[in-house]
């Protein structure tokens, strides 16, 4: 994922001693309860606010250590050069509470007002909604799908919205008035669809299926054992994940107008789920645990890193850093270390297995992280402090989220899927 423009992102490092805690504070300690929103003691002994963050430490010139840790602020972006001084025992500014407060509320949807009657109304003690959190809103929810949708698409520049489900169909809609404009019948349950320019891309079992969007050219790739589970486009190269653990790559040739076989990429001895490009390197996580970091230049693998106890569900490119979510209810952030080398450098821990991750950024430029869980959610966080923004509900796990222009982003749910939006910043004067 490539998202340009934005602010820079500017963090703490916190490489030396912190500064010593005052006397106000050093003893004090913050409400658990009051953190989660449901704090019910009156007086409570514990704080209600976050404790102050100290200053910057001072490297040992005297002078204030690096706040900024990379030139290019986006997801996927390039990878960053390293200095001399790169200072390499990555403490650093991951999960850092912000400003913001965690938004828990009684989290859980109303089954009575999803029917259509709950008689509490406002007195409900249940949500009455499918979002948690301020600065983005529901648009819009279409449904049609006889099974839950594993892939959305948006083609760059076209006005059609594209959904791939295990019912064995994928739906083109019209990303004006939201109606379905057709059905396309493949004879497979959809692994995974992506977009590529004018090109829509659906994995099925034992075929990845190419349209053309602009000439409606359509092309069958072969070589696929089992179900295609995830593919990614990198160095004009088209990767897909399988299910018997091969990565395999196809490349255009212009001349005949298909895609030919390019490559062949063995190493993970079972499925491989997921697949992201990134700083010249494609990342592969796998049913296996194991995440491969391969070169794009010459397709060797460099490196496996085996710290996830579960599948690597998903991963995510941003700024110099790898993101990864597994069913071992763990979100690890890797960063490369003076030989190229990646390590973890922050561990967020989730309460349920992970599904998925999508980054974008919000109205006011700030990079979010959105993470799907197998509780029928998604949640919301700023980059890098994991302070939470938000949670979407679903009737269902969320199997695929896409991000559009605009501040537009898509949620899979069930049949059907959601359409979100963040809200334009308020103007102050």
Partial sequence: MDLDGGNRRVFNRLGGPSAAPTDSSK?????????????????????HHELPHHSAPATANG????????????????????????NNNHNNSW????????????????????QGN????????????????DGFTMLNH???HQKVVSGIALPAGMDKLYTGSKD??????????GQCMGVINLGGEVGCMISEGPWLFVGIPNVVKAWNTQTNQELSLSGPVGQVYTMVVGN???????QDGTILAWKFNAVTNSFEPAASLKGHTLAVVSLVVGANRLYSGSMDHSIKVWSLETLQCLQTLTEHTNVVMSLLCWEQFLLSC?????IKVWVATENGNLEVTFTHNEDHGLLNLRGMHDSESKPVLLCACNDKSVRLYDLPSFSERGKIFAKQDIRAIEVGPGGLFFTGDGTGFRVWKWAEPIATS
Wanted: aromatic share 12%; net charge positive.
């Fill in 326 to 330: 597994s069913l071992d209810q763990t």
């Fill in 236 to 242: 004009d190269l088209l990767f897909a994940g399988t």
């Fill in 142 to 144: 279409l449904d049609g």
């Fill in 95 to 114: 999960g850092r509470m912000g400003a913001n407060k965690v938004v828990r509320k009684t989290e859980k949807v109303c089954n009575y007002w999803v």
């Fill in 118 to 133: 709950c008689n509490y109304g406002d007195k409900c003690r249940f949500l009455h909604s499918w979002s948690l959190g």
């Fill in 63 to 86: 002078s204030v250590a690096p706040k900024r840790f990379a030139d290019d602020s986006g997801f996927s972006g390039p990878a960053p050069r390293r200095g001399p001084n790169f």
């Fill in 168 to 177: 064995e169909t994928v739906r083109a809609w019209d990303t004006n008035s």
């Fill in 27 to 47: 003893h004090q300690k913050v409400c658990y309860h009051w953190r989660a929103g449901k704090c019910t003691r009156l007086p409570c002994p514990f704080l």
